[in-house]
């Protein structure tokens, strides 16, 4: 028969290993993968297209700004501080089937941050050139902005319809 | 767009290792460009499963984002900051009885591949920094490269993420391609 001293001693032992557990030292891993799509010469990327969205027959012009949600945004990629000449190419009415409807483009550039309301009109059709500045922090792989926008004008006896359109952006170096 | 996955320390075992890992996610990254290509459309790399393991499951630690350059043009340093959400994220959680120290330590890459091409990276005195889980903006900055020790006291949270960001070199000549590579955390309850 154990004595109550020899009780006593053994409940103080396994609080002492209850409040503390012993154990070994753990340790856990997990991976992530860095990845980057490198690009050279100059590249020009189609951010989004120009969407006018509904407009009523017989209505116009339907202006669409560059600070609107429809504008139409491409990005110019190339080394900072070269200047490219730009071309916009816009066919002056969309179609849908054989119908059409009055397209009037307009364009404006930014070269120093991807911000619609502080752009520069450019000419549709003319030439234009631009230079790419060097990129502020952040902002290091967007170096040039443009922005499509404009206006359509429906005829009274334009039928319903999807009337599209394509814009053609060049640009050298 | 980053997808993330389940907890990495879920995830079963006999999982792909990581080299096996990173050719699949360039394999997914390589479709992807064929149907951004066709649509028009740029897309922005998603995420691949994350690796984790666990003594007891006492320390886990989860992926919740890499970290994507995304387009850099040759030429320019490219540079992520921990708090840019492009920078890569960890989670790594403690389960016992605090108090908790643990040490994070990290295997970073110096280059990242595309087949034989190399492009350089790497990671300064603050391109990493973590954070308990409940106050996610008191972020205090380390050195990746050495790697940090987090002590958790008795009443507070036992969990803390980890964000990575780094700065990309490329050359004015470097070929263009899909680089990438992987970084490796552990995480060591002392």
Redesign the interface.
Known sequence: MRSPLFLAATLALGTLAGG??L??????????????????GL?I???ADVEFGVVPAGSGPNVLLATDAGAGRFSL????GRQVTVTIAAPAALMSGASSIAYAGAASVNENADDPAAATPVPVGPSFTMRLRD?S??Q??R?GHLYLHGAVTVAPTAPPGVYTGTVTVTAEQ | MTLRPPP??DRPAGRAP?PA??AA?RAR?ARRALVGAAA???LA?T??A???????Q??????L???????????????IRPE?PAA?Q?E?TLR??PPHAVTLTLML?RE?T?GADR?P?HFDATSAAWATRDAPDARTAFDPARGTTVTLDQRGPKSILVW?G?V?E?G???????????????????
């Open positions: 503390r557990p154990h070994a030292q753990a340790s856990a891993n997990a991976s992530t993968t860095v990845s980057a799509d490198v690009v050279t590249t990327l189609k951010v990629l190339g080394q900072p990129p922090p952040g290091n792989r170096l | 990495s320390s990581a890992r990173l996610h990254r028009g459309t740029l790399a995420s691949v994350g690796q984790g393991q666990g003594n007891a006492r320390v886990a630690v989860s992926r984002a890499d970290l994507t350059f995304g387009l850099v043009v040759g030429g320019i340093p490219a540079s840019d890569a960890f790594v016992g009885q890459p990242l595309s492009l990276i990575i780094g990309l490329p004015p000549t470097q070929p263009s391609g899909d680089y990438a590579e992987l970084i490796t955390i552990t995480a060591v309850e002392n």
